[in-house]
Structure formats: structure tokens, C-alpha cells
């Protein structure tokens, strides 16, 4: 049969907060979606502390997916409001994609997530994530009927992110819940943060994956300098990563310099598939004594 304009399926967009707990794999589902890496990961718990937006374009659908950070009880000011950001992101969506872990569930998060989602009143669906790590399909069947008795979910998908089981069919399910409408960005709009943004986060994350102890969740990350040369095809970028403490700041430089070396390396590599340019990277440690209680602080790293 040929189509039509009056049998075409009519084109559906909005936006869909992705909502959960820490380290559910809210960011590795968004990267998996889009097919490029915008939003960083790492096994440590509030990898994510930003809204993070991600845009996918169909034929039939553009699906806004807004990545929140996790959802924990916040302790300190910096929590505080990492928290605020990801409940704060339920209101502005048309659906919401709520994902818990097969795995290791967290219960007091899940609790927190649905308290926040029956106030929306937002449809929503349910992305069991990780289920590639459960050890039969009857512990899944378990789970999905737990899930399925509190009846808070149009749709309920088993999924890993990871490896991408599944996940073709929790788009399917969402674009199905969208509302009718055109869509919001151009075709070629990945995201609508800034690629200093970016920049700095894919800085982060190797913080986060390199580094032990305390230091993650004590740094952040600033762009100093950021320049594009056309006729060279080299961008050069000026970071500074802060920390609270002297000690912190010797632990990220390492011995001779070679764990802030490796910091930077692996940085650069992500940084240049990003920007499809060669990158001149070069990072500064900075104390900032406190920085994760100090509002001004906060505010100037854009943790608002």
C-alpha cells in the first residue's frame, strides 16, 4: 500500500526526564540511544551531577531525553542541589523513564523517585536496567511482577544499557507515549549544552575514573581557555580541576606528574572524537578550599 499524507503515522516529540538512583545507568542508556557520548560514566555513585539534555532524531519522532543526576537522601549543600536538579527535571518532561537496577536495587532512592513521580502525575515507564548480570530469566519474571503490582507504569522494559538488549524496544515504547507535535530542534542538534561544557565534563570523568578515595566527589572542573584554529584543525583548551584540599591536589598531580598526565591523555582522546579536531590539552590543579559548601563557589562551577 501506498503511503499517504492521511495514513502516515503522525510525527510525535517532547521530552523524557530518565530518572533513578545513582549508578543505575541513567547515562550509559542516553549514550547507548543517541549513539554518541555526551553524558560521562563511571562505577562511582552522582558520576552525573548536571541536567544533561541528549536529542534523538526519527523519521516519526525526536525524543528530548533529559539525563538527571541520581536521586539519594542529600547530605551538604552540593547534594542538595544535584538532588534539586533531578527533581526539578520531572516537571519540565511529557513522560518519564524511571530505571532501577536488577541487580542491587536501592530502595530508599526507588521510594524517593515515585514519591516525586505520583506529584507529576506524569505517564512514565519502567527500563529494569543490567538484566545481562542476573542469573536466570526467573528472577527477572520476579522483578517484573513486583514492579507491575504497584501499577504506577504504562509500559514495564527489561534492558541492559550496556550491551544494548531491549533497548530498540523501550525507544518504541516511548515514542509511543509521546504527544502528537513537531519537533523542537534542528536535525543535526545533539544537545543544547556548550561544548566547553562537555569539555569539561569528559575532564571529570577521568577524574572520577582515575582517582581514589574521596577525590572525585571533591573536584570539579573549569574551562580557562578554549580555542579553535580552523586553518590548523587544532582546538586548545585551558582546564583547571579544583579540589579542596592540599593533599588532594597532590594525590591528582601523582608522582612527577603522572597521574595528572594520565588524567590528560586519556581526556584528550574522548575530547578529540568529540570536537573531530586534534587537541592541545593542558590542566591545572587548584585548591579551593571547601568549595562543595561555599554558594559562590557552587554557583561559578554551575551547580546553580
Not at 563511571?42 to 551531577?49: G, L, Y
Not at 536529542?55 to 519522532?61: E, M, S, V, W, Y
Not at 530542534?185 to 569528559?202: C, G, W
Not at 577521568?206 to 572525585?216: A, D, H, M, N, S
Amino acid at each position: 500500500m501506498t503511503e499517504t499524507p492521511e495514513t502516515k503515522a503522525p510525527f510525535r516529540s517532547g521530552f523524557v526526564a530518565i530518572a533513578g538512583a545513582p549508578n543505575v545507568g541513567k547515562s550509559t542508556l542516553l549514550n547507548r540511544v543517541l549513539g554518541e557520548k555526551i553524558s560521562i560514566t563511571s562505577k562511582r555513585p552522582q558520576t552525573t551531577r548536571n541536567r544533561i539534555l541528549g536529542i534523538l532524531h526519527r523519521p516519526d519522532a525526536q525524543l528530548v531525553f533529559i539525563d538527571t543526576p541520581g536521586v539519594h537522601r542529600p547530605s551538604g549543600e552540593l547534594n542538595r542541589r544535584i538532588v534539586a536538579t533531578a527533581l526539578t527535571a520531572l516537571g519540565e518532561a511529557d513522560l518519564v523513564l524511571v530505571m532501577v537496577d536488577a541487580v542491587k536495587p536501592d530502595p530508599e532512592a526507588e521510594k524517593l523517585v515515585l514519591s516525586h513521580l505520583k506529584k507529576s502525575g506524569l505517564p512514565a515507564v519502567l527500563a529494569i536496567n543490567k538484566i545481562d548480570r542476573l542469573p536466570d530469566k526467573r528472577a527477572l519474571l520476579v522483578l517484573i511482577d513486583q514492579w507491575a503490582q504497584r501499577g504506577r507504569f504504562r509500559e514495564i522494559v527489561p534492558i541492559s544499557a550496556l550491551d544494548g538488549t531491549q533497548v530498540d524496544r523501550l525507544v518504541e515504547v516511548m515514542v509511543s507515549l509521546l504527544p502528537q507535535g513537531p519537533p523542537f530542534y534542528p536535525e543535526d542538534s545533539l544537545t543544547d549544552l556548550p561544548q566547553r561544557f562537555i569539555v569539561a565534563e569528559m575532564i571529570r570523568e577521568k577524574v572520577f575514573r582515575l582517582t581514589g578515595q574521596e577525590i572525585p566527589y571533591a573536584s570539579a572542573v573549569t574551562i580557562e581557555h578554549f580555542e579553535r584554529s580552523e586553518t590548523r584543525n587544532l582546538v586548545e583548551i585551558h582546564a583547571k580541576i579544583h579540589v579542596e584540599r592540599d593533599s588532594q591536589k597532590g594525590i591528582i598531580i601523582g608522582k612527577g606528574g603522572a597521574k595528572l598526565k594520565e588524567i590528560g591523555q586519556a581526556a584528550r582522546r574522548d575530547i578529540q572524537r568529540l570536537l573531530q579536531a586534534k587537541v592541545y590539552l593542558k590542566l591545572f590543579v587548584r585548591v579551593q578550599k571547601n568549595w562543595s559548601r561555599d554558594t559562590r563557589a557552587l554557583r561559578r562551577f554551575g551547580y546553580e
